[in-house]
């Protein structure tokens, strides 16, 4: 098998900063139609007359379609090209996305969450390629933080503005409003995408494929961070998915538009994600990976009480620490395979996305039986493996 030797990446300024730029616009309307549909799980358990745990699937099955997705189309890439794969890939899911509130039942709106996160597959599959091909070396990190700092403002407007919307209107008028924002941001994406310079065209096929497979799981340290990738994901989807649902029960009774106002915590990832990415390139990924999960640990234990200034408190610091896990693990990804970046990415995409997928599924069956503490168990019990990966990867990788 041939590896094509990839150019340098040219470290122009106005370059990169457009590079940024779009991609930063990407995270947003990517998991802004990812999570679109959390702040709605109580309405749409209501309104379909669904347990929390079947309307949880339509966060849950477009995580999972996500999953299945993002290998073949990283290796549809390397044929059509990372550019071109996005846009169409962001193009259509905004799509989707609008004809969605248009669903006589729970069963096609799940179909349609499911098709929806086959298409935007196509942009995390593909995103931390572009990003390691086209950013300067010595800006790989912070150029990933701004990507993961859009993904956390994604994820919050996709939460925030459908779940502000459904206290004065119906679900689908409030759905309707959050794909719309996704769609605006979906544009703003493939208008700001400068063409990809260091990317280098390559034939696809199964034996390519499953070649390139292989050369980036020869790298060890890749399998660490695929665990940590597929624990953490999955404890923090777990906690969003049924906060909500905690939050308009008693004790706090809280109306949906507040209950859903606790989604602003996500500026903390916003925060974090940037920030991370800058701290390892200075002071090393490993112990800044550590951190940030002992950080997330800690949050999810702060949520237990009753309490309403607890929980937003502990919420806040899981946030944070999930979001800079998430930008150093995906950075040192990217950073470890210097050839065939698009499948080793997406690998630890497949690992991240169906850990979410089935720890925000199987955490509903925990709250349906056990209510919130039965969330924070599992949660708690998901950092656990996290930490023991986080303390080989010091023990046996570079910083």
Same mark, same amino acid.
């Given at each position: 098998?041939?590896?094509?030797?990839?150019?340098?990446?040219?470290?122009?300024?106005?370059?990169?900063?457009?590079?940024?730029?779009?991609?930063?616009?990407?995270?947003?309307? &990517?998991?802004?139609?990812?999570?679109?549909?959390?702040?709605?799980?109580?309405?749409?358990?209501?309104?379909?007359?669904?347990?929390?745990?079947?309307?949880?699937?339509?966060?849950?099955?477009?995580?999972?379609?996500?999953?299945?997705?993002?290998?073949?189309?990283?290796?549809?890439?390397?044929? =059509?090209?990372?550019?071109?794969?996005?846009?169409?890939?962001?193009?259509?899911?905004?799509?989707?996305?609008?004809?969605?509130?248009?669903?006589?039942?729970?069963?096609?709106?799940?179909?349609?969450?499911?098709?929806?996160?086959?298409?935007?597959?196509?942009?995390?599959?593909?995103?931390?390629?572009?990003?390691?091909?086209?950013?300067?070396?010595?800006?790989?990190?912070?150029?990933?933080?701004?990507?993961?700092?859009?993904?956390?403002?994604?994820?919050?407007?996709?939460?925030?503005?459908?779940?502000?919307?459904?206290?004065?209107?119906?679900?689908? =008028?409030?759905?309707?409003?959050?794909?719309?924002?996704?769609?605006?941001?979906?544009? =703003?994406?493939?208008?700001?995408?400068?063409?990809?310079?260091?990317?280098?065209?390559?034939?696809?096929?199964?034996?390519?494929?499953?070649?390139?497979?292989?050369?980036?799981?020869?790298?060890?340290?890749?399998?660490?961070?695929?665990?940590?990738?597929?624990?953490?994901?999955?404890?923090?989807?777990?906690?969003?998915?049924?906060?909500?649902?905690?939050?308009?029960?008693?004790?706090?009774?809280?109306?949906?538009?507040?209950?859903?106002?606790?989604?602003?915590?996500?500026?903390?990832?916003?925060? &974090?994600?940037?920030?991370?990415?800058?701290?390892?390139?200075?002071?090393?990924?490993?112990? *800044?990976?550590?951190?940030?999960?002992?950080?997330?640990?800690?949050? *999810?234990?702060?949520?237990?009480?009753?309490?309403?200034?607890?929980?937003?408190?502990?919420?806040?610091?899981?946030?944070?620490?999930?979001?800079?896990?998430?930008?150093?693990?995906?950075?040192?990804?990217?950073?470890?395979?210097?050839?065939?970046?698009?499948?080793?990415?997406?690998?630890?995409?497949?690992?991240?996305?169906?850990?979410?997928?089935?720890?925000?599924?199987?955490?509903?069956?925990?709250?349906?039986?056990?209510?919130?503490?039965?969330?924070?168990?599992?949660?708690?019990?998901? &950092?656990?493996?996290?930490?023991?990966?986080?303390?080989?990867?010091?023990? &046996?990788?570079?910083?």
């Amino acid at each position: 098998m041939v590896i094509a030797r990839l150019p340098r990446p040219v470290d122009g300024s106005a370059h990169q900063r457009r590079i940024t730029t779009a991609l930063f616009a990407a995270g947003l309307a &990517t998991f802004g139609m990812l999570f679109s549909a959390q702040a709605l799980l109580p309405s749409l358990s209501a309104a379909f007359s669904a347990t929390p745990a079947q309307a949880g699937l339509a966060v849950s099955l477009t995580i999972g379609s996500l999953a299945v997705a993002v290998v073949p189309l990283s290796a549809v890439s390397e044929r =059509w090209g990372r550019t071109r794969v996005m846009t169409v890939s962001v193009l259509s899911a905004a799509v989707i996305g609008l004809l969605l509130p248009l669903s006589p039942s729970l069963e096609v709106f799940l179909a349609g969450r499911a098709a929806q996160g086959l298409a935007l597959a196509g942009v995390p599959a593909v995103a931390m390629a572009y990003l390691a091909e086209e950013s300067a070396p010595h800006r790989l990190g912070s150029a990933m933080g701004m990507y993961v700092a859009g993904t956390s403002l994604g994820g919050l407007g996709g939460r925030l503005v459908p779940g502000l919307l459904v206290e004065v209107c119906s679900w689908r =008028w409030a759905a309707a409003a959050g794909s719309a924002a996704a769609a605006l941001c979906a544009v =703003w994406f493939v208008r700001a995408l400068p063409p990809a310079r260091g990317f280098t065209r390559r034939p696809i096929g199964v034996r390519v494929v499953a070649g390139d497979l292989v050369v980036a799981l020869r790298q060890r340290v890749l399998y660490t961070l695929f665990g940590v990738a597929f624990v953490l994901m999955g404890g923090f989807v777990a906690l969003y998915n049924f906060l909500g649902f905690r939050l308009l029960a008693a004790p706090f009774e809280l109306s949906p538009a507040v209950a859903n106002s606790v989604f602003v915590l996500y500026l903390a990832g916003t925060a &974090t994600s940037a920030i991370a990415g800058r701290c390892a390139d200075r002071f090393g990924r490993a112990a *800044v990976l550590t951190t940030a999960v002992a950080t997330m640990a800690a949050g *999810v234990v702060l949520t237990l009480p009753d309490r309403l200034g607890t929980v937003a408190l502990g919420m806040v610091v899981c946030t944070a620490g999930f979001f800079a896990a998430h930008a150093v693990a995906g950075a040192w990804v990217g950073s470890t395979v210097r050839a065939n970046r698009a499948a080793a990415t997406s690998l630890y995409l497949l690992a991240y996305y169906l850990g979410g997928a089935l720890g925000g599924g199987l955490s509903g069956l925990a709250f349906g039986r056990y209510g919130w503490p039965g969330v924070v168990c599992c949660v708690a019990g998901l &950092t656990v493996p996290a930490a023991v990966l986080c303390a080989r990867l010091r023990r &046996t990788a570079t910083p």
